[in-house]
């Protein structure tokens, strides 16, 4: 048997074994002699495929007439469409507003500083107080200001020691440890060593003045040296007009460099007027000047007057109410309502919030306390089972309600430029209320509303003459508080600008876009 034969054979075989390839329906063929399963496919002879120009051929077409004004328009297309939106781009540029220039911010206009007068009632010294520095922060502080710390006796000179510190309020390695603490967290320290805090004049008497600096020039030195960020010092129209006042000056502020953090000079006056607070940020180079304008003018007219004459100093500029003798705001703020509108106004005015400890949970002395109890734990409720007093907690949940109003106040300060250092502009005043524009280049405008009478107060607002600005017919309530007026000025709804109508007690502060 040949080799050929033998192939047939295998394939036989192989066809028998595999049903796949056994016919369908019985043993008889398709039709056409085609076994069945079978399919033929007839495939074309000369198949054509496309392979494309040449080169020769390109070049030979690319050359033609049609083509090359074809490639010329193209071309003459893409130039113009890039002109153009060049062009676009040029007048875009030059039509859009110019941003106004930031102005100089230091750490001290940033946020609002909390004074710390008693570190024991506070927290039990100065460890309680770095304890105490994430609390703080929450309150979105900028600056710590402390003491007086030191020791003296009141009105005798020959005890003032200003660079020891009363170990009842800690000692000097706590400091350190808590201006570190305190810098890792942005919040600067501030050292009160006004001299003779305890007694009836700060610089004991007006001879002892130019001995009584040369000693807080050692001191300064001393703790700026430690790490802190400033001095401040009381009765500063005293300090100032001594011969020795400029070598002061350039111990806290001298060496000030490009890209350093800048030492505060902080002064506190009380009992001048407007306009010699404004000489003294002028001729004494002060960094900041706590006043006590706000709390000794009762009326709107004389505060809005106050802002009229310093509002251009702000930056210089520090506001309290009973801060410059360390006392807290509910001193004279006697009710929440009125708290709230104080931290209102305080926040929204020209210059820096300076607040007492306990201000922000309106904290209050017992009758001859001098420096009341810190309260905390505040948002800790009572147990199940624990015994009640009705008023113990509804005082319990006011103070929660004052610190959150507080904190959300602070934090738009920080957040929105027209309140952080933008222009003022007053709208009205009267014997009981007042109200004022605050606005910075393209940012969200504001307008502080407030009514501290125990009537309701219908304010006309009206804006001066001044080029750029102008008042909207409406604005919406970012925050209120206090009784609603007959026309509601609840948060987020819309209050016509024509006249507002305040409830006694009622502060709002008021929000409209800027409008190019």
């Given at each position: ?52 120009l040449s080169k020769e051929e390109l070049m030979k077409v ?120 305190a810098h890792k967290k942005g919040i600067s320290v501030v ?326």
């Amino acid at each position: 048997m040949n080799k050929d034969t033998e192939i047939d054979m295998k394939e036989v075989e192989l066809n028998e074994l595999d049903p796949e390839k056994q016919p369908m329906t019985g043993d008889g063929q398709a039709a056409g002699g085609e076994k069945n399963g079978s399919v033929k496919l007839k495939v074309p002879e000369d198949e054509v495929t496309f392979t494309g120009l040449s080169k020769e051929e390109l070049m030979k077409v690319a050359g033609t007439p049609g083509w090359v004004r074809t490639r010329w328009v193209l071309l003459v297309l893409f130039w113009l469409g890039w002109l153009g939106m060049l062009a676009g781009a040029i007048v875009i540029i030059v039509q859009a507003p110019r941003c106004k220039p930031i102005p100089e911010m230091n750490w001290w206009n940033e946020g609002p500083l909390y004074q710390i007068s008693d570190l024991v009632a506070f927290a039990n010294g100065m460890a309680g107080v770095e304890a105490k520095l994430d609390d703080m922060n929450q309150l979105k502080v900028k600056g710590l200001v402390l003491g007086p710390l030191h020791t003296v006796q009141a009105d005798m000179q020959n005890t003032l020691d200003l660079q020891a510190i009363d170990p009842v309020q800690g000692n000097e390695k706590e400091l350190i440890t808590l201006l570190e603490k305190a810098h890792k967290k942005g919040i600067s320290v501030v050292l009160d060593l006004t001299p003779n805090y305890l007694g009836g004049a700060a610089w004991f008497s007006t001879g002892d003045t130019g001995d009584v600096i040369e000693k807080v020039m050692a001191a300064a030195q001393h703790w700026l040296g430690l790490g802190v960020d400033g001095i401040k010092i009381s009765d500063f129209t005293v300090a100032s007009n001594s011969p020795e006042w400029s070598k002061l000056q350039a111990v806290v502020q001298g060496n000030r460099t490009e890209g350093t953090k800048k030492r505060a000079l902080m002064g506190v006056v009380e009992e001048i007027s407007p306009a010699e607070v404004s000489q003294l940020v002028n001729t004494s180079g002060v960094d900041l000047i706590l006043s006590d304008l706000l709390s000794s003018k009762n009326g709107g007219v004389e505060r809005i007057k106050a802002m009229d004459t310093l509002h251009s100093q702000q930056r210089s500029l520090g506001w309290g109410l009973g801060a410059t003798k360390w006392d807290q705001l509910s001193n004279i703020a006697k009710t929440p309502s009125l708290i709230r509108l104080y931290q209102l106004l305080l926040f929204t005015m020209p210059g820096t919030p300076v607040f007492t400890y306990g201000d922000e949970i309106g904290l209050r002395a017992a009758t001859g306390e001098k420096s009341p109890q810190m309260v905390w734990d505040i948002e800790k409720e009572p147990a199940e089972e624990e015994v009640v007093y009705l008023a113990a907690e509804a005082e319990r949940k006011e103070r929660v309600a004052l610190r959150k109003w507080f904190k959300s106040l602070s934090d738009l300060r920080g957040k929105e430029r027209s309140l952080l250092h933008g222009d003022y502009y007053p709208l009205y005043s009267s014997n009981s209320s007042l109200s004022f524009l605050r606005l910075w280049d393209q940012s969200e405008r504001y307008i502080t509303a407030v009514n501290w009478g125990g009537e309701p107060e219908t304010l006309t607002l009206s804006l001066a003459p001044t080029e750029g600005v102008e008042l909207p017919k409406t604005a919406k309530v970012k925050l209120s508080a206090g009784i609603n007026s007959t026309a509601d000025a609840t948060v987020d709804s819309t209050v016509s600008l024509d006249k507002i109508t305040l409830g006694p007690g009622q502060a709002i502060l008021l929000q409209f876009p800027y409008t190019g």
